[in-house]
């Protein structure tokens, strides 16, 4: 989708844009973080304290409601989007093109439905996987699961980080795959309380040793998915997107299996492309109070000033400069589909 973004909130190099949020919400160029959402705590909001943000619109209101919050975005660079809850999640890329008399506004999803992803998988020792997973060997690393859940995020810029480490360590281990234990127990004898025996009461509430147990999931899908959690890392500018599930298969072995989201930078033949396909409406206007007739009634009195102003203005100009405006600019092509709708 591919939307226009009225010159208002297109001022030097960024562009103003209210985007949707939700429970868990995480905004990210290959720099840093932008947005960073936890329930109902907001970690990160670069706009919050952005030098330019007093020469844009709605400037004094980082969160413009209770489901928008305010941000400056970049020209010609890629952003990516999550956000989500136990309702569900939705991952996009954001791209901005900049135009003389608007901006264009790139919001595609992600390919993530996984159900017919390539797979691939691999043994690792812990060693091995405590590596991979180590989030110093990367400029920055995030894990998200499908319930919207950011379960680990670490920035070198921002220096922020949400959990300490991606892989438990054995101990935990042996208290993640009781408390599973347990957990399947009381389903059981819930469904049918045959199942409520003294035998059975003791097997689900004994701990095994980390020797004793064998193919735990330790990430893994709900359900009929194939996965739950994505990883997200940036390294030197770049970004990696993959589905991931580890299983515990025994002391010291650890089986990753991954499947990679791909992430392409659009250009502006996509925006060709798409502008010859679709009409590109606006990006809608942020919700106002209704105003009172004086208000109205000044803002016609400087629109009708502003107007006789543009007229003489026109009425001036030289055909000669509009030739040379026109060979400095853009192609055709472009200066229609950047120039503002009349």
Known sequence: M???IDKKYCIGDLVQLMPYTDSCHLIVNADEIILL???DKVLVNKYANHPSRNLFP???????DRNHFTELFEYNKTYLNFRGSVGGFSFHQDYFFKGSERALYLDQSLPVDDRNAVKDSIELSRQEI???FDSSNYDSMYVIDRNGRISFARNDKDKICIGKKVIPSDDEIVEMELRNRKGDYNIARAINPENDTTENNQKANTPKTIDEIRDFKVYGPFFFANYSDMLLTVKDGKFDLKWFRIDFIEKDRFRLTTSPIAIVEPTIDDVLSYSGKYDIDYTPEPYKPPKSF???HTEENQAMA???TLDLIDSQEQPEDESITEEK???KSLRRLFKKNK
């Not at 709605?58 to 413009?64: A, I, R």
Request: no cysteine; aromatic share 4%.
């Open 2 to 4: 591919i939307k226009a």
């Open 130 to 132: 405590e590596e991979l």
């Open 37 to 39: 959402k936890v329930g």
């Open 294 to 296: 004086s208000e109205v």
């Open 329 to 331: 600019g853009l192609k």
């Open 306 to 308: 502003v107007n006789s």
């Open 58 to 64: 709605y400037h004094e209101k980082e969160q413009n």
